[in-house]
């Protein structure tokens, strides 16, 4: 065998007796193997010898690398047997007798109020649906009346995938496909559609005290026929006074523009920090805007194949994340977002 690999062979073996952790043998196998290790460079001087020397050197070498690569998964799988054993052996020292300390978490104030909504308009017969958070251009836009270049999608910049698919801006994006998935059911048995759709929603804006680029809304929408503004007010109301348990709540009514509502309202609440007074979390106003809500645009119910003729509906988009603001007495919208246990747990007596 050739002098300098058989000098190798040995100081390996003798590095391998040595070695007592898998990381040394990582190092071991960098530094034989390795672009710039032992062998290579032997490999790298093959170049000098005769075509006869060359391929009894060459298959020298390349045994040595296999005797390299064998020894080193060996002691590795026999290291880590050791380490093994030594973890299991704590385990047995583990005295099963001493009470844990067992953090329990907490659900998200976000969770709880969604929670509640849900529970609110289940017990008024409406549908709990889930619906995903990356959605196309037509179920945000197109189908809600918002062709491209709209202004109306100014003010609802968001992130965008290179498939040309979008993270959702509100939870309107699933009011088509909720309309497709029911219409059948109004049509032909005349069922209304009943369905509130939490979910996440995203915006690239800039944040502060009542807005956040991640958040939360609760779409609800009703179709059926002679739906009607008062019936609209009247399931505002009872959410909100279920959610706030009738307590001191004021609530405004006035006109807002959505393309996909026609008439459109802004619903505000009197901000629960300040009691109206006004403060940052409101913008100095007094007042939230918690609930925009509308009767649906005939162009929509057409897109979802429903006759406007015919049937009429209502829609709302429910700001979840501020309405736990409001709840809970969060001043600031962005600590819900903090992942701050401490903080968070705080709200979570009425689990
Ligand atoms: C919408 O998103 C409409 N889709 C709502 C709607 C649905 C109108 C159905 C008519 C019919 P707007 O952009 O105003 O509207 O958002 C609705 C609510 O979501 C706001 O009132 C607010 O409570 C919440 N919201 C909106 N943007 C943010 C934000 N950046 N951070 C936190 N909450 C937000």
């Known amino acids: ?21 898998t990381a040394g043998l990582e190092n071991l196998k960098v530094e034989y193997l390795g672009k710039k290790g032992s062998v290579t460079a032997l490999l790298k ?31 590795t799988a026999a290291l880590q047997e050791q380490e093994l054993q030594r ?20 659900y998200h104030p976000i969770t709880l109020v969604q929670r509640k909504c849900e529970e609110v308009f289940r017990s008024m017969g409406f549908t709990v649906e889930d619906y995903s958070e990356i959605v196309t251009d037509y179920e945000c836009f197109e189908a809600l009346n918002i062709p491209p ?110 393309p996909f509502v026609e008439p459109g309202f802004e619903l505000d609440i009197s901000c629960q920090i300040c009691g109206g007074k006004g403060c940052p979390s409101c913008k100095h106003s007094g007042w939230l805007e918690l609930c925009p809500c509308g009767m649906i645009h005939p162009n ?9 003729e015919k049937y009429s509906g209502f829609a709302f988009g429910l700001g ?8 809970y007495g969060i001043k600031d919208i962005r600590d819900l977002n903090s992942g701050s246990l401490a903080a968070l747990a705080q709200f979570t007596d009425d689990k």
């Not at 973890?87 to 907490?106: H, I, Q, T």
Request: aromatic content about 10%; glycine content about 6%; hydrophobic content about 40%.
């Open 1 to 21: 065998m050739n002098q300098a690999i058989l000098e190798l062979r040995e100081k390996l073996d003798q590095a391998l007796r040595n070695m007592a952790s």
């Open 45 to 75: 001087n093959m170049g000098k010898l005769s075509a006869e020397e060359k391929k009894s050197f060459g298959r020298e070498v390349n045994e040595l690398k296999d005797y390299v690569m064998e020894a080193i998964s060996r002691q």
């Open 87 to 106: 973890e299991l052996n704590a385990v047995e020292a583990f005295d099963m007798s001493v009470p844990p300390v067992l953090d329990r978490g907490s």
């Open 149 to 258: 270049f709209h202004p109306a999608r100014d003010m609802q910049d968001t992130y965008y995938l290179d498939n040309g698919q979008l993270l959702k801006t509100h939870t309107s994006a699933a009011q088509n496909a909720i309309y497709k998935k029911y219409r059948d059911a109004l049509i032909n048995e005349g069922k209304p559609i009943k369905a509130v759709f939490p979910s996440r929603c995203f915006r690239n804006e800039a944040t502060d005290a009542c807005h956040e680029n991640t958040f939360f809304q609760m779409e609800g929408v009703m179709v059926g026929e002679d739906i009607s503004i008062a019936n609209l007010i009247y399931f505002m109301k009872t959410m909100l006074s279920e959610v706030f348990d009738n307590y001191g709540l004021k609530v405004r009514l006035r006109p807002g523009f959505f």
């Open 300 to 308: 929509v119910l057409r897109e979802g194949g429903i006759d406007p």
């Open 320 to 327: 979840l994340t501020r309405l736990a603001m409001m709840k």
